[in-house]
């Protein structure tokens, strides 16, 4: 296989994805130990996950529609920079106002970054090659995680909690200037891209150069609206999921710190694997058919929470939970890919910006609810199992007409 350019790239997001998500779900598994310094309840544990997701969400749409006019490149570049200072101030808060703060900063920073992540595939990539590219994006986002609990975990027992923060930090200052180098804004900017390259794509690049239409126009496409939906209940489990899960396996299985740390981490790459082949999926099999990897994803994953949730033992439910990971995120890449083909790609950054701030809106309130269910229950982690049984059905709905809802575009098109 002949290298191209647009395999650098797509190495270069899968790092920057990868430190998102490993900065992010820090927090997840350092959060026992500052609950321990600052006196938190489960309540207050809840909102320093959530506070991040507030500035997230908000940030957007408005960041996917600065990647359709500014292009990819700048706010990329942008958005690592910022989540990389906020990284490092989250580990010098001095109490729980200012972490709060800190964290909805931090949020507000990197919620630029999906959309333009985004925008960058659906420049950099043909459409025959999208559902794999997104998801070994995706999979950065499952490595991170993974990572994040066995780096938490090391850190924490020999530095303190702080220390996890300082040292995510200078890394992203590194890929921030990568990023800028070499994730042009189209593939005619950069001196990478041979000709051989180009011509592969067969027709004339759609850029950001291109003037995307209006906002309000990306808002009167229903399948946008049903893809938002579907990822926001969906959402709702698997960030209730991730949030709570190294308290999950602390408290109601009894593990070890240092097993608490394995466990997680081998959940979270086995939802990298889910990533990787929902995409291979996608473009193999079910390039017309995208929603079927989503519906039959989510079915599975809804059967193994349950079974998660009356496991004999914590061995048996990490199993479980393995089997969750791996499917749900199977389902999240058909519904990523669906996003980048349901609009011209003048307006890719736009689109993922409303569908991601459904799903981070879901960010914000699951660690946060359910927080508050375990405070209700005395800790019942069985009860908040169940519950996500039930949202996980209720997302497949939403699943079910995304392709029905679509009349008129590129929707599921053998198109470049």
């Given at each position: 296989?002949?290298?191209?350019?647009?395999?650098?790239?797509?190495?270069?997001?899968?790092?920057?994805?990868?430190?998102?998500?490993?900065?992010?779900?820090?927090?997840?598994?350092?959060?026992?130990?500052?609950?321990?310094?600052?006196?938190?309840?489960?309540?207050?544990?809840?909102?320093?996950?959530?506070?991040?997701?507030?500035?997230?969400?908000?940030?957007?749409?408005?960041?996917?529609?600065?990647?359709?006019?500014?292009?990819?490149?700048?706010?990329?570049?942008?958005?690592?920079?910022?989540?990389?200072?906020?990284?490092?101030?989250?580990?010098?808060?001095?109490?729980?106002?200012?972490?709060?703060?800190?964290?909805?900063?931090?949020?507000?920073?990197?919620?630029?970054?999906?959309?333009?992540?985004?925008?960058?595939?659906?420049?950099?990539?043909?459409?025959?090659?999208?559902?794999?590219?997104?998801?070994?994006?995706?999979?950065?986002?499952?490595?991170g995680a993974a990572?994040?609990?066995?780096?938490?975990?090391?850190?924490?027992?020999?530095?303190?909690?702080?220390?996890?923060f300082y040292a995510?930090?200078?890394?992203?200052?590194?890929?921030?200037?990568?990023?800028?180098?070499?994730?042009?804004?189209?593939?005619?900017?950069?001196?990478?891209?041979?000709?051989?390259?180009?011509?592969?794509?067969?027709?004339?690049?759609?850029?950001?150069?291109?003037?995307?239409?209006?906002?309000?126009?990306?808002?009167?496409?229903?399948?946008?609206?049903?893809?938002?939906?579907?990822?926001?209940?969906?959402?709702?489990?698997?960030?209730?999921?991730?949030?709570?899960?190294?308290?999950?396996?602390?408290?109601?299985?009894?593990?070890?710190?240092?097993?608490?740390?394995?466990?997680?981490?081998?959940?979270?790459?086995?939802?990298?694997?889910?990533?990787?082949?929902?995409?291979?999926?996608?473009?193999?099999?079910?390039?017309?058919?995208?929603?079927?990897?989503?519906?039959?994803?989510?079915?599975?994953?809804?059967?193994?929470?349950?079974?998660?949730?009356?496991?004999?033992?914590?061995?048996?439910?990490?199993?479980?939970?393995?089997?969750?990971?791996?499917?749900?995120?199977?389902?999240?890449?058909?519904?990523?890919?669906?996003?980048?083909?349901?609009?011209?790609?003048?307006?890719?950054?736009?689109?993922?910006?409303?569908?991601?701030?459904?799903?981070?809106?879901?960010?914000?309130?699951?660690?946060?609810l359910i927080g508050?269910?375990?405070?209700?229950?005395?800790?019942?982690?069985?009860?908040?199992?169940?519950?996500?049984?039930?949202?996980?059905?209720?997302?497949?709905?939403?699943?079910?007409?995304?392709?029905?809802?679509?009349?008129?575009?590129?929707?599921?098109?053998?198109?470049?």
């Amino acid at each position: 296989m002949i290298w191209k350019h647009r395999y650098t790239v797509l190495g270069i997001l899968f790092l920057a994805y990868m430190l998102c998500y490993l900065d992010r779900m820090a927090m997840a598994s350092a959060i026992p130990f500052i609950a321990h310094e600052f006196h938190l309840s489960s309540t207050a544990m809840g909102a320093v996950m959530s506070a991040f997701f507030a500035g997230y969400a908000l940030m957007q749409i408005p960041g996917g529609v600065l990647a359709d006019r500014l292009g990819p490149r700048a706010v990329l570049t942008f958005s690592i920079a910022w989540w990389s200072v906020m990284t490092a101030l989250s580990g010098a808060a001095p109490g729980l106002a200012s972490l709060l703060a800190v964290r909805v900063l931090f949020g507000f920073g990197e919620g630029p970054f999906p959309s333009a992540a985004s925008k960058a595939l659906s420049v950099w990539f043909p459409r025959r090659e999208l559902g794999r590219a997104t998801g070994l994006q995706q999979a950065s986002s499952a490595v991170g995680a993974a990572a994040a609990p066995l780096a938490v975990a090391g850190l924490v027992l020999t530095w303190g909690w702080r220390a996890v923060f300082y040292a995510l930090s200078a890394p992203g200052i590194v890929i921030a200037l990568v990023v800028w180098r070499y994730v042009r804004n189209a593939r005619s900017d950069s001196r990478h891209v041979t000709g051989k390259e180009r011509a592969e794509f067969g027709s004339p690049e759609d850029q950001h150069s291109v003037n995307p239409t209006s906002l309000a126009a990306v808002l009167g496409v229903p399948a946008v609206w049903w893809c938002a939906g579907c990822l926001f209940l969906a959402n709702l489990v698997a960030w209730g999921l991730m949030s709570w899960l190294p308290t999950y396996l602390l408290q109601a299985r009894g593990f070890s710190v240092e097993k608490m740390g394995t466990f997680a981490a081998i959940t979270n790459l086995a939802g990298a694997l889910g990533y990787v082949w929902g995409g291979y999926l996608c473009d193999r099999f079910f390039a017309h058919r995208m929603q079927m990897p989503i519906i039959v994803g989510l079915l599975l994953s809804a059967a193994f929470t349950y079974l998660a949730a009356v496991a004999p033992t914590g061995e048996w439910a990490v199993a479980g939970l393995v089997a969750v990971f791996l499917f749900s995120n199977m389902a999240f890449t058909a519904l990523f890919t669906i996003v980048l083909v349901i609009v011209p790609k003048q307006d890719v950054g736009s689109a993922f910006g409303v569908v991601n701030t459904a799903g981070q809106l879901a960010g914000v309130l699951s660690p946060v609810l359910i927080g508050y269910v375990l405070s209700a229950t005395h800790g019942n982690f069985e009860l908040m199992l169940y519950g996500l049984v039930g949202l996980t059905f209720v997302a497949i709905y939403p699943a079910t007409q995304i392709k029905k809802s679509f009349k008129v575009g590129p929707l599921f098109q053998e198109s470049q």
